[in-house]
């Protein structure tokens, strides 16, 4: 969000999948200008969550066409920038296909090896642009001392993604993770 995509005043950014990589592109986002910041998942409370931490909007895609409602949202234009990091092939063929001409989408989901997504060249002639991103594409020994820096000054609020277990529950906390009712479980030893 911060180093690749960096998105411009008014933009319109979109981020699949409101997991812990997911709502932390909603709180970096929240830090850009982007005007218009979409979450979409399939579990209500991450887009209730998603909502708290700067999402302007958000999509629920086990009840709506994704790919419409985007259109709709942007008026026929398409999305200015994307974030695919749900993994879901279906999800990272739908973000290709709604993005404005001079867009960008960073696939960081992780779906099977060898796993393709459709791409129609001619469309990608306007401009559009596809890419993949690794560690944030950051300097670690800069970027994370700066990350320290915006949660200290609550800009960025991790500790809303963590739910602590302890360790005899690491059945429930497996469970919570697998149903998405927690983000980001955290065990605790004795």
Do not use: W
């Not at 209730?48 to 949202?73: F, K």
């Not at 596809?130 to 991790?158: C, N, W, Y």
């Amino acid at each position: 969000m911060l180093n690749v995509l960096r998105p411009h005043p008014g933009s319109m950014l979109v981020i699949f999948g409101a997991g812990g990589v997911g709502l932390s592109a909603v709180m970096a986002a929240a830090l850009t200008g982007a005007a218009h910041i979409v979450a979409v998942d399939v579990v209500p409370s991450r887009l209730e969550l998603a909502r708290e931490l700067g999402a302007t909007a958000t999509i629920d895609a086990g009840s709506v066409d994704v790919g419409e409602a985007l259109r709709e949202m942007s008026g026929g234009r398409g999305v200015d920038y994307i974030i695919e990091s749900s993994g879901n092939l279906g999800a990272a063929t739908t973000a290709v296909q709604i993005l404005a001409a001079r867009g960008t989408c960073a696939l960081l989901g992780a779906p099977p090896a060898g796993s393709t997504v459709p791409v129609d060249v001619n469309y990608m002639h306007l401009g559009r642009r596809v890419i993949g991103v690794a560690e944030g594409d950051s300097v670690p020994q800069v970027f994370l001392p700066a990350l320290a820096r915006l949660h200290e000054l609550g800009k960025l609020p991790l500790e809303r993604l963590v739910r602590h277990y302890r360790f005899e529950d690491i059945e429930q906390a497996a469970a919570d993770a697998e149903s998405g009712a927690t983000i980001k479980p955290v065990l605790l030893f004795d």
